[in-house]
T-cell receptor, first 114, second 116 residues
Framework: GDSVTQTEGQVALSEEDFLTIHCNYS??????LFWYVQYPGEGPQFLFR?????EKGSSRGFEATYNKETTSFHLQKASVQESDSAVYYCALGEWGSALGRLHFGAGTQLIVIP | EAGVTQSPRYAVLQEGQAVSFWCDPI?????LYWYQQPRDQGPQLLVYFRDEAVIDNSQLPSDRFSAVRPKGTNSTLKIQSAKQGDTATYLC??????????????FGKGTRLTVV
């Protein structure tokens, strides 16, 4: 079945550091890819999506590029802030059906130290 | 615009007890989902509806879990006889059916269930 792998369980950075969170996927079809962010006590919030090869999604300074060849959708941000501390989830959605059928990775907790 | 509303926010049960979770999706959203999120894990889909019809409940432990959406608006997820392994946050989400690249799924804050 479809699945998402996030390599890092936790990332700790200082403010203004560069962020990369790795996401690789496995899917039989051509899925849409998503990043969600979850703050304590809240549900996941949509960050951005990409739905075709080489498409870049971005929001709030975060970005990721859909790479079909390497089956990856790595999240990056040039300069993190303390307010970015949260759990980040990579997810894939089944194209052609309701795109709410999301398969989530295990999540990466980002801790930004001021 | 009101978001997805869930109640209760917290529940603590003993094993064997029953519990129901309630969800009010965003007005006009025809698709509703229930996800289970164990601690320190990503959400996992349990069941989803389009209007009042179940689209997929293959991940729902059918012997103890049930979900309904009788009028295609609000929904209830029920656990008949809770087990410690059911301890998790239960998330409800909603969206518009198959809007292609513009589909966006909105999540509620969840119900945190602890079974002791």
């Amino acid at each position: 079945g479809d699945s998402v792998t996030q390599t890092e369980g936790q990332v700790a950075l200082s403010e203004e550091d560069f962020l990369t969170i790795h996401c690789n996927y496995s899917a039989s079809g051509y899925p849409a890819l998503f990043w969600y962010v979850q703050y304590p006590g809240e549900g996941p919030q949509f960050l951005f999506r990409a739905s075709r090869d080489k498409e870049k999604g971005s929001s709030r300074g975060f970005e990721a590029t859909y790479n079909k060849e390497t089956t990856s959708f790595h999240l990056q941000k040039a300069s993190v802030q303390e307010s970015d501390s949260a759990v980040y989830y990579c997810a894939l959605g089944e194209w052609g059906s309701a795109l709410g059928r999301l398969h989530f990775g295990a999540g990466t907790q980002l801790i930004v130290i001021p | 615009e009101a978001g997805v509303t869930q109640s209760p926010r917290y529940a603590v049960l003993q094993e064997g007890q029953a519990v129901s979770f309630w969800c009010d999706p965003i007005s006009g959203h025809d698709t509703l989902y229930w996800y289970q999120q164990p601690r320190d894990q990503g959400p996992q889909l349990l069941v989803y509806f389009r209007d009042e019809a179940v689209i997929d409940n293959s991940q729902l432990p059918s012997d103890r879990f049930s979900a309904v959406r009788p009028k295609g608006t609000n929904s209830t997820l029920k656990i008949q006889s809770a087990k410690q392994g059911d301890t998790a946050t239960y998330l409800c989400a909603s969206s518009l059916w198959d809007r292609g690249p513009n589909t966006e799924v909105f999540f509620g804050k969840g119900t945190r269930l602890t079974v002791v």
